[in-house]
């Protein structure tokens, strides 16, 4: 089975992984609305999509805002005429300097990368249940597999995101719905650009293009980006507590 | 008292028809008491939301269903108000439910006058349509057995109706589709008992006439009467069936049946045939197709069921009613595209004909009812209600997964045949009639109904999928 999609909203879509799905899937011929904090950059994008002669919604809104977003998902569903795909690619990363505790920054991680996916998913998967069809794409990330000491809160939001997909997934998947987690390892992005060890990194465009091709394939999986990391998670994983206390990861 | 933002904060609830065939996602909120539901009227009203209502969503059609708006989930008012035992009346909020009815009536020797095929709907439910069960030639619908009720009107106000009080309006809330505002409380009169049990007489009929017949010779002296008819049986076994007729026993009748009203004598059989109830419909699913249904339907016109030398057996009031729920999810059986039913209901003087034609009509354009289901009506003094002095014949038809296109047409024709028959719909069942039919069908009687729509919520705030579809504004 291989999805096209023709409609689709991309959460987190002025920069990084976010904004290239947006102009990958608009080059392939799908209509986007772009959801994010940043106005220019969101116009700016779209200005690019346009000349692909797709139509691109630019739609400024910060994730924490849940209340907000039951309303605008539902405009931007009525301006696409309808939906078949959504994207939660927004994200925050906190690293914490070495003997700095700061609850704030750490919750924020969980409001964005975790509370704003429910908020978003949510409308999506009722919807989606109702039509018997549609996808739902999270980016996780491998850093969710282990609570890690240089980025607690970054990896606590993940490791919640990826269970709530999950949990997700088995509500919908019944009904012919699709849920895909998609955990990358390191992307070049603004995101990355301040952390210092970035093992087997890719440009944003690779990840983008196997990341659809994950979503188009239809069968509701969780997917590492490349595949390469799913021997890295196994090690993680398995790896006991008292060894992986030690690392500097 | 305000409510919550609706938009912002209310579930979302992915509602079906019965049928499974309709489906949509709405606003929910579920009220606990009149002051919470004035609030959540009042709520809507700001935010331009309109409202529908839904207890436990037996409706086959799109009648409970309001895509996009708010969906007032009536189970959260479910308390038995008062049952006075000596009287057989009782009081129920919105969300009571006929299993309520009778467990609250029958260790009493109270059942109610009129119970559907299934103990789950709701008195929100049985008020907007007006419901009808296996009596209906004699009990009438369920509203003539109601003796008042509370509606809250788009403004939270409350009005208490009766025949005396404001008849009018009483006469057009039951069978008024929630559209006129939201009943509260349903006062009904229960109907006495003195026997746990029924006599039913089972009887085979080879045709279509021969069913006519068969309820108008045994009318007079049953209490229920329901046939079931064999829709892919053609030529001269056309409308094929069998028939129950079931009485009441008195108390001298059937001395031992008074221990039978307690409530652990009732119920449904855990198992059918060695099959757990539950898992009965996954059984049920590679044979829900024409040719399985062509021979189940054969096989049970042929079995005889088990009676004693007087060809009568005895069964439980909740066995005989409420045949709907031996099979719990047994909608499931139809797959993923669902179902619809649609009931014919046709005046007497052109009801033989017209079942006929309905019947030949069904075959010829493979489209054959898994389950035809056959009953007597009598006229009543509701606006909108379907009843008439005639006949219905219930038909559910398996939406084609391919060719759903088949189906609509079919069902197209079949409307057609019953405007030229001078029959009526029935909301409840309905998922396909055109707003012009149903005007037609209903006529001048339609046109009392929405100026009274019009006059008591002239912003339109009770609204349904259904109701946008008949155009009922």
């Known amino acids: 089975m291989s999805l096209r999609f023709t409609r689709a909203i991309i959460v987190g879509a002025s920069s990084g992984i976010g904004a290239e799905l947006a102009r990958q899937l608009a080059a392939e011929g799908c209509d986007v609305a772009l959801v994010g904090r940043r106005r220019a950059e969101l116009d700016a994008l779209a200005a690019e999509i346009a000349k692909h002669g797709r139509k691109a919604i630019v739609q400024t809104h910060d994730v924490t805002q849940v209340d907000e977003t039951p309303l605008v998902f539902e405009r931007l569903v009525e301006q696409l005429g309808g939906l078949d795909l959504i994207i939660y690619a927004a994200g925050v990363i906190h690293v914490p300097e070495e003997g700095v505790w700061d609850a704030r920054a750490e919750m924020q991680q969980l409001q964005v990368n975790a509370v704003g996916a429910i908020a978003w998913t949510t409308p999506a998967a009722a919807m989606f249940e109702a039509k018997r069809a549609g996808t739902i794409l999270g980016l996780s990330s491998i850093a969710g597999e282990r609570g890690r000491r240089n980025m607690p809160g970054y990896t606590a939001s993940k490791a919640a995101l990826t269970t709530w997909l999950e949990a997700l997934r088995n509500r919908v998947s019944r009904y012919g719905v699709n849920v895909v987690t998609v955990k990358p390892g390191f992307v070049d992005t603004d995101m990355t650009k301040h952390l210092t060890k970035k093992p087997m990194m890719i440009p944003v465009n690779t990840a983008a293009r196997l990341i659809l091709a994950a979503a188009r394939r239809g069968d509701s999986a969780s997917v590492f980006v490349p595949f390469q990391w799913w021997l890295v998670a196994m090690v993680l994983r398995h790896m006991p507590s008292f060894i992986f206390r030690r690392l500097d990861i | ?473």
């Open chain 2, 1 to 473: 008292m305000s409510a919550a933002p609706l938009r912002a904060t209310a579930a979302r609830r992915v509602l079906d028809g019965f049928g499974n065939s309709l489906r949509s996602t709405s606003l929910s909120a579920r009220p606990t008491n009149v002051e919470e539901l004035a609030a959540v009227l009042q709520q809507a009203r700001e935010e331009g939301l309109n409202v529908s209502f839904r207890g436990n969503g037996r409706s086959y059609g799109d009648a409970s269903l309001n895509t996009n708006q708010l969906s007032i989930d009536n189970r959260g008012m479910t308390r038995v108000l008062s049952f006075d035992p000596a009287t057989g009346i009782i009081d129920a909020e919105v969300g009571v439910t006929i299993e309520d009815l009778w467990r609250t009536g029958l260790p009493h020797g109270w059942w109610p006058y009129v119970v559907p095929g299934t103990m789950f709907p709701t008195m929100g439910g049985c008020t907007a349509m007006n419901i009808h069960g296996k009596n209906c030639f004699k009990a009438g619908p369920f509203g003539d057995h109601v003796l008042d009720l509370d509606l809250m009107l788009a403004d939270g106000s409350i009005k208490t109706l009766s025949r005396t009080q404001e008849p009018d309006l009483f006469r057009a809330v039951i069978a008024g589709l929630g559209l006129l505002g939201a009943v509260t409380r349903v006062r009904l009169q229960m109907k006495k008992v003195e026997s746990g049990r029924l006599k039913v007489r089972p009887i085979q009929t080879h045709s279509l006439e021969e069913m006519f017949d068969c309820f108008v010779e045994r009318m007079p002296q049953s209490d229920y009467l329901v046939g079931w008819i064999d829709c892919f049986a053609g030529g001269a076994s056309l409308g094929r069936g069998l028939v129950h007729q079931a009485n009441y026993l008195s108390a001298k009748e059937d001395p031992e049946g008074r221990s039978l009203l307690a409530l652990d004598a009732q119920g449904l059989p855990p198992s059918i045939m060695g099959i757990p109830r539950s898992m009965m419909w996954r059984f049920m699913k590679p044979l829900t197709n024409d040719a399985g249904m062509r021979f189940i339907n054969t096989v049970k016109y042929h079995l005889p069921e088990p009676h004693d030398h007087e060809g009568v057996f005895y069964d439980g009031h909740v066995s005989f009613a409420f045949l709907l729920d031996f099979v719990p999810g047994w909608r499931n059986a139809y797959g993923d595209s669902g179902f619809i039913q649609y009931q014919l209901f046709l005046p007497d003087a052109t009801a033989r004909r017209a079942m006929r034609e309905a019947l030949e009509l069904c075959q010829r354009r493979g489209v054959v009812s898994y389950l035809g289901v056959f009953k007597r009506h009598r006229p009543d003094e509701f606006l909108l209600s379907h009843g008439l002095d005639g006949w219905s014949l219930a038909l559910d038809f398996a939406v084609p997964a391919g060719d759903p296109q088949k189906l609509w047409r079919a069902t197209n024709d079949l409307t057609a045949l019953v405007l030229e028959a001078g029959g009526t719909f029935y909301p409840a069942k309905d998922a396909v009639v055109s707003a012009e039919a149903f005007a037609r069908a209903y006529g001048e009687r339609l046109s009392r109904f929405l100026a009274i729509k019009r006059q008591l919520d002239p912003q339109t705030l009770f609204q349904s999928d259904l109701s946008r579809r008949l155009l009922l504004y």
